[in-house]
Protein backbone atom coordinates (compact mmCIF):
# COMPACT_ATOMS: atom_id res chain seq x y z
CA UNK A 1 0.00 0.00 0.00
CA UNK A 2 1.06 3.49 -0.86
CA UNK A 3 1.31 6.37 1.37
CA UNK A 4 -1.61 8.37 2.58
CA UNK A 5 -1.40 11.94 1.96
CA UNK A 6 -4.04 14.35 3.58
CA UNK A 7 -3.98 18.05 4.98
CA UNK A 8 -3.82 18.56 9.09
CA UNK A 9 -5.48 20.89 10.87
CA UNK A 10 -3.08 23.79 12.00
CA UNK A 11 -2.76 27.11 10.28
CA UNK A 12 0.06 29.24 12.23
CA UNK A 13 1.00 31.73 9.92
CA UNK A 14 -1.51 30.83 7.08
CA UNK A 15 -3.60 33.97 5.77
CA UNK A 16 -6.97 33.64 4.69
CA UNK A 17 -9.43 35.99 3.01
CA UNK A 18 -13.41 35.19 3.43
CA UNK A 19 -15.30 36.57 0.56
CA UNK A 20 -18.74 36.89 1.87
CA UNK A 21 -22.54 38.39 0.58
CA UNK A 22 -23.75 41.00 2.05
CA UNK A 23 -27.38 39.56 1.11
CA UNK A 24 -29.45 37.89 4.05
CA UNK A 25 -26.74 39.83 5.99
CA UNK A 26 -28.42 38.27 9.19
CA UNK A 27 -27.07 34.44 8.05
CA UNK A 28 -24.43 35.52 6.41
CA UNK A 29 -22.65 37.34 9.32
CA UNK A 30 -22.80 34.71 12.05
CA UNK A 31 -20.94 32.05 9.31
CA UNK A 32 -18.57 34.80 8.90
CA UNK A 33 -18.17 34.45 12.92
CA UNK A 34 -17.52 30.82 12.95
CA UNK A 35 -15.25 30.57 10.03
CA UNK A 36 -13.29 33.43 12.60
CA UNK A 37 -13.54 31.45 15.26
CA UNK A 38 -12.17 28.48 13.67
CA UNK A 39 -9.73 30.19 11.93
CA UNK A 40 -8.18 31.76 15.27
CA UNK A 41 -8.74 28.40 17.49
CA UNK A 42 -6.81 26.76 14.67
CA UNK A 43 -3.68 29.02 14.88
CA UNK A 44 -4.57 32.09 12.57
CA UNK A 45 -3.55 35.28 13.29
CA UNK A 46 -6.41 38.01 13.38
CA UNK A 47 -4.79 40.28 11.21
CA UNK A 48 -4.04 37.50 8.50
CA UNK A 49 -7.77 36.97 7.75
CA UNK A 50 -9.43 39.47 5.49
CA UNK A 51 -13.28 39.67 5.04
CA UNK A 52 -14.47 40.97 1.64
CA UNK A 53 -18.21 41.54 1.16
CA UNK A 54 -19.96 41.49 -2.02
CA UNK A 55 -23.67 42.54 -2.75
CA UNK A 56 -24.79 39.37 -3.57
CA UNK A 57 -24.08 35.30 -4.15
CA UNK A 58 -24.04 35.72 -8.04
CA UNK A 59 -20.70 38.16 -6.95
CA UNK A 60 -19.04 36.00 -4.85
CA UNK A 61 -17.47 33.87 -8.02
CA UNK A 62 -15.78 36.53 -9.59
CA UNK A 63 -14.52 38.30 -6.25
CA UNK A 64 -13.33 35.37 -5.08
CA UNK A 65 -11.37 34.49 -8.69
CA UNK A 66 -9.70 38.17 -7.85
CA UNK A 67 -9.15 37.48 -4.32
CA UNK A 68 -7.07 34.49 -5.48
CA UNK A 69 -4.68 36.09 -7.26
CA UNK A 70 -4.18 37.85 -3.83
CA UNK A 71 -1.57 37.00 -1.25
CA UNK A 72 -3.73 34.19 0.53
CA UNK A 73 -3.21 30.32 1.09
CA UNK A 74 -6.70 29.45 1.25
CA UNK A 75 -10.48 31.76 0.13
CA UNK A 76 -13.35 30.80 2.24
CA UNK A 77 -16.82 31.31 -0.13
CA UNK A 78 -19.56 32.40 2.49
CA UNK A 79 -23.52 33.36 1.28
CA UNK A 80 -26.82 32.53 1.81
CA UNK A 81 -29.93 31.50 -0.66
CA UNK A 82 -32.96 31.36 0.41
CA UNK A 83 -35.55 29.84 -1.57
CA UNK A 84 -38.00 32.71 -2.63
CA UNK A 85 -41.45 32.74 -4.64
CA UNK A 86 -39.94 33.06 -7.97
CA UNK A 87 -37.33 30.74 -9.88
CA UNK A 88 -34.24 33.76 -8.79
CA UNK A 89 -33.05 30.64 -6.44
CA UNK A 90 -32.37 28.29 -9.25
CA UNK A 91 -30.67 30.27 -11.13
CA UNK A 92 -28.45 32.53 -8.45
CA UNK A 93 -27.36 28.90 -6.32
CA UNK A 94 -26.61 27.33 -9.79
CA UNK A 95 -24.27 29.77 -10.85
CA UNK A 96 -23.05 30.55 -7.53
CA UNK A 97 -22.38 27.03 -6.99
CA UNK A 98 -20.95 26.36 -10.61
CA UNK A 99 -19.08 29.96 -10.88
CA UNK A 100 -17.21 28.64 -7.05
CA UNK A 101 -16.41 25.54 -8.30
CA UNK A 102 -14.47 26.80 -11.76
CA UNK A 103 -12.82 29.12 -9.28
CA UNK A 104 -11.64 26.46 -7.28
CA UNK A 105 -10.54 24.25 -10.24
CA UNK A 106 -8.71 27.41 -11.87
CA UNK A 107 -6.61 28.23 -9.04
CA UNK A 108 -3.75 26.63 -6.70
CA UNK A 109 -5.53 28.14 -3.99
CA UNK A 110 -6.88 26.53 -1.30
CA UNK A 111 -10.97 27.76 -2.29
CA UNK A 112 -14.12 25.95 -0.19
CA UNK A 113 -17.55 26.54 -0.09
CA UNK A 114 -19.84 27.51 2.29
CA UNK A 115 -23.04 29.10 0.68
CA UNK A 116 -26.00 27.77 2.60
CA UNK A 117 -28.78 27.02 0.04
CA UNK A 118 -32.21 26.70 1.62
CA UNK A 119 -35.69 26.19 0.84
CA UNK A 120 -36.54 28.65 4.20
CA UNK A 121 -35.00 31.03 6.52
CA UNK A 122 -35.35 28.58 9.37
CA UNK A 123 -33.09 26.31 7.79
CA UNK A 124 -30.75 28.64 7.01
CA UNK A 125 -30.81 29.65 10.50
CA UNK A 126 -30.14 25.92 11.51
CA UNK A 127 -27.01 25.79 9.44
CA UNK A 128 -25.62 29.47 10.52
CA UNK A 129 -25.24 28.42 14.31
CA UNK A 130 -27.61 26.75 15.76
CA UNK A 131 -29.11 23.25 15.27
CA UNK A 132 -27.37 21.84 12.61
CA UNK A 133 -24.00 23.34 13.31
CA UNK A 134 -22.34 26.70 11.88
CA UNK A 135 -21.09 26.17 7.70
CA UNK A 136 -18.48 28.97 8.02
CA UNK A 137 -17.35 26.76 10.40
CA UNK A 138 -17.08 23.80 8.16
CA UNK A 139 -15.84 25.89 5.46
CA UNK A 140 -12.92 27.40 7.44
CA UNK A 141 -11.74 23.99 8.85
CA UNK A 142 -12.10 23.00 5.22
CA UNK A 143 -9.56 25.52 3.54
CA UNK A 144 -7.50 24.66 6.20
CA UNK A 145 -7.37 21.23 5.57
CA UNK A 146 -6.88 21.88 2.39
CA UNK A 147 -4.17 24.73 2.09
CA UNK A 148 -1.90 21.72 4.10
CA UNK A 149 -3.00 19.37 1.63
CA UNK A 150 -1.70 21.38 -1.38
CA UNK A 151 1.56 21.90 0.70
CA UNK A 152 2.01 18.10 1.52
CA UNK A 153 1.22 17.91 -2.33
CA UNK A 154 4.12 20.51 -3.90
Known sequence: MGKVIQGNLTAEGKK???VVSRFNSFICDRLVEGAVDCLLRHGVDEQDIDTIKVPGAFELPQ?????CNGDYDG????GAIIRGG???F???SSEAAKGIAQV???TDKAVSFGVLTCDTIEQAI???GTKAGNNGTNAALTAIELVNL???LN
Open 104 to 106: AMS
Open 90 to 92: EYV
Open 86 to 88: TPH
Open 150 to 152: YAE
Open 16 to 18: FAI
Open 63 to 67: TALRV
Open 75 to 78: VIVL
Open 126 to 128: ERA
